[in-house]
């Protein structure tokens, strides 16, 4: 979408064969800060806390990095 190849998010999963709202959730996580990003794949994020706990949360998209770094005690 950054480069213009889509103009929605639904034209992306249209073409790609999946719901918007999949994609729109996966795209919010691009907004994580990257020590938080390397620390969930590298699985040491704390127990309490998983991708499907941050694409759960009901936040604006403003709100996801900001939510998931007051979890992270880095």
């Not at 709202?21 to 996580?29: A, E, Q």
């Not at 800060?33 to 998209?61: C, M, W, Y």
């Amino acid at each position: 979408m950054a480069c213009g190849s889509f103009q929605t998010i639904k034209a992306l999963a249209d073409v790609k064969g999946l719901f918007d709202h999949y994609v729109w959730k996966t795209l919010r996580l691009g907004y994580l800060a990257p020590d938080i990003v390397e620390t969930i794949l590298d699985r040491r994020q704390p127990s309490h806390l998983s991708l499907h706990q941050i694409n759960a949360a009901k936040l604006p998209d403003t709100g996801v990095r900001n939510a998931a770094r007051s979890a992270f005690p880095l």
